[in-house]
T-cell receptor, first 112, second 116 residues
Framework: DGGITQSPKYLFRKEGQNVTLSCEQN?????MYWYRQDPGQGLRLIYY???????QKGDIAEGYSVSREKKESFPLTVTSAQKNPTAFYLC???????????FGPGTRLTVL | AQSVAQPEDQVNVAEGNPLTVKCTYS??????LFWYVQYPNRGLQFLLK??????LVKGSYGFEAEFNKSQTSFHLKKPSALVSDSALYFC??????????????FGQGTTLQVKP
């Protein structure tokens, strides 16, 4: 997990609430990513950012928002528009595509 | 569409026996190929990657993977399994050059169960 931190480790949300998941990296990587993991479905890309102040939607961006104001930080907001947010969320960073990705320890979000 | 397939949801092997976790891919061009391992409630850990060169790639914890371009496969192997190898394994690909959209495409994962 080294170099990428995610907080909190566990998060509980009531229906209708927005919550923000934190992701910080000290690897000096330009690119950062958010993935959602559900049992039996592998990892699905929510948003990614290849440079500060720029980001793109991934495959399942609806109901989520991000910002990239600093190179080190890429927070993910799960909005009330996300109908089924209970999942394990993984943040990652990379220096280039050949180098592969480094992953944080994850945040488990549960909607009550 | 670009995709990665891991045809087995679970692989069971006895400790000390060789193991294989299968991965095939369908992407344009020549991708970079990766294997990651995930322990319960943890992030993914890098095992190995294929960029170019020798088709047999050696990685962490005694794992290796064989790239087969004609079969578009990148199977993960280990000569002698350990109980501690029990985990969830993901195959992933990323695209080179102008096809690079900044994404890492994952298979659905294979649970490896090594029994004593």
């Amino acid at each position: 997990d080294g170099g990428i931190t995610q907080s909190p480790k566990y998060l509980f949300r009531k229906e209708g609430q927005n919550v923000t998941l934190s992701c910080e990296q000290n690897l000096n990587h330009d690119a950062m990513y958010w993935y959602r993991q559900d049992p039996g479905q592998g990892l699905r890309l929510i948003y990614y950012s290849q440079i500060v102040n720029d980001f793109q939607k991934g495959d399942i961006a609806e109901g989520y928002s991000v910002s990239r104001e600093k190179k080190e930080s890429f927070p993910l907001t799960v909005t009330s528009a996300q109908k089924n947010p209970t999942a394990f969320y993984l943040c990652a960073s990379s220096i280039d595509m050949a180098g592969g990705f480094f992953f944080g320890p994850g945040t488990r979000l549960t909607v009550l | 569409a670009q995709s990665v397939a891991q045809p087995e949801d679970q692989v069971n092997v006895a400790e000390g026996n060789p193991l294989t976790v299968k991965c095939t891919y369908s992407v344009s061009g020549n991708p970079y190929l990766f294997w990651y391992v995930q322990y319960p409630n943890r992030g993914l850990q890098f095992l190995l990657k294929y960029i170019t060169g020798d088709n047999l790639v050696k990685g962490s914890y005694g794992f290796e993977a064989e790239f087969n371009k004609s079969q578009t496969s990148f199977h993960l192997k280990k000569p002698s399994a350990l109980v501690s190898d029990s985990a969830l394994y993901f195959c992933a690909v990323s695209l080179r050059g102008s096809s690079n959209t900044g994404k890492l495409i994952f298979g659905q994962g294979t649970t490896l169960q090594v029994k004593p």
